[in-house]
Each structure stands twice: as C-alpha cells, then as structure tokens.
C-alpha cells in the first residue's frame, strides 16, 4: 500500500513565523504535491515538484516555498505565516509511470492555524 | 481553465437507498478522472480512477460512469450505509500531472 505521511496532524503558528510542513512517500514517487483546502474553495494546488530539486507553480503560489531535496521528501515553507494561511493542507504523490495512470494517494492532512 | 462542479453540495438519504453524486467539467480533454472519499478532518482516499477512454469502472457497491463528450461523470453507491457519510469529491486530469478538484458533495445516510 502506498503511505504518504505529514510531519503533524495540528499546528497551531504565530503571525510572521517561518513554518514547515513535511510529507515524506515511500512509494518512489516521482511527483509530489502540496495542496490546500479551504471551505467552499476545494482544493487548490500550490506548488508541485516532479523530481528531486525540481518544482512548479501550481495556482496559489504567493506566500509559499517547497523544497525537495530527497526523492521520498517534499516540504512546504510558508516563510511569514499569516492569518489567511490557516486552511488544511494536504500533501499527495503519485508516479509517472503510464501503466499507474498517474493516480494521486494522498497524506492524512495538516490542520494548520495561524493566530 | 477546468472548472470541475459537483451538485448537490450536500445530501441525506435513509440507509438503504442508493446514491448518485454528480461531477461535470468543462474541458472534455482529459486524462483520466478521479473520486476521492474524504472523511472530515482527514485526507482524501481515492475510490476510483476511470480512463477517458472508458466508460465506466466498477468497485464492490461502488460504480463510476463517463460520458467525456458531455463532460459529466456520476458515481452510484449501491445500498448506502450510515459508514458511507462522508464528502466525496471528483478531480480531472489533463495531459500534466495535475488534478482539477470539484468542491465536493457532503453525503450523510440516516440509520
């Protein structure tokens, strides 16, 4: 069974703090992503990376940074937390190989709250 | 752009009775597409994964058909049950690796 796992459940940050959020796959997947879900919006992609140092934007990427410095391991940095950047945050991953059909698993989710 | 929309946002219905959850998209040209479970405060956990080249893909009560021309998929829960209450979403894929996300339909079945 494929396992993405995220560094916490709960996180609760003060306004300008640097926050890290870690998700780490064991399935050696090529892609990983970083989402966030807010109520009434879905989701909404915030940066991908499709190998290791590599990434993209994906459609909210103002206030955010990743960083993938090892295959299974892909982190979100918000660099000054602020208020509008509580949401749930959820990390998947998925492989390039055709056959596996690209299908996205996904980790438990990151409530993170900024006051 | 893909807009993914998904009607009825919400819906209660007595055990027993069958579910249809509805998902329309704009851009007929997708990859694949893809239902997630989600139950709240949690991730989300793919149910199927249907290829547009097919029509419908079946797991247990649980089927999905796609009519890639209409841009619409429907995923049917056979005999519904109180641990089938969660928020079901439907996500497209395109060409690149990424999803495009309805906003979901919140499902709760009364015992």
């Known amino acids: 069974d494929v396992k993405v796992t995220q560094s916490s459940r709960y996180l609760v940050k003060r306004t300008g703090e640097k926050v890290f959020l870690e998700c780490v796959q064991d399935?050696?997947?090529?892609?990983m992503f970083w989402y966030r879900q807010d109520p009434g919006l879905g989701l909404r992609l915030i940066y991908f990376?499709?190998?290791?140092?590599?990434?993209e934007k994906g459609d909210i990427p103002e206030g955010y940074s990743v960083s993938r410095e090892k295959k299974e391991r892909f982190s979100l940095i918000l660099e000054s937390a602020s208020t509008n950047q509580t949401s749930m945050y959820l990390c998947?991953?998925?492989?390039?190989?055709?056959?596996?059909?690209?299908?996205?698993?996904f980790g438990p989710g990151t409530r993170l709250t900024v006051t | 752009k893909q807009e993914v929309t998904q009607i009825p946002a919400a819906l209660s219905v007595p055990e027993g009775e069958n579910l249809v959850l509805n998902c329309s998209f704009t851009d007929s040209a997708i990859y694949n597409l893809q239902w997630f479970r989600q139950d709240p405060g949690k991730g989300l956990t793919s149910l199927l994964l249907?290829?547009?080249?097919?029509r419908e893909q079946t797991s247990g009560r649980l089927n999905a058909s796609l009519d890639k021309s209409s841009g619409r998929s429907t995923l049917y829960i056979a005999a519904s049950q109180p641990g089938d209450s969660a928020t079901y979403l439907c996500a497209v894929r395109k060409a690149d690796y990424k999803l495009s996300f309805g906003a979901g339909t919140t499902v709760t079945v009364r015992a």
């Open positions: 399935m050696d997947h090529e892609n």
């Open positions: 990376s499709y190998d290791v140092k590599m990434k």
């Open positions: 998947a991953s998925s492989s390039r190989k055709i056959l596996l059909n690209y299908e996205q698993y």
């Open positions: 249907i290829q547009s080249s097919q």
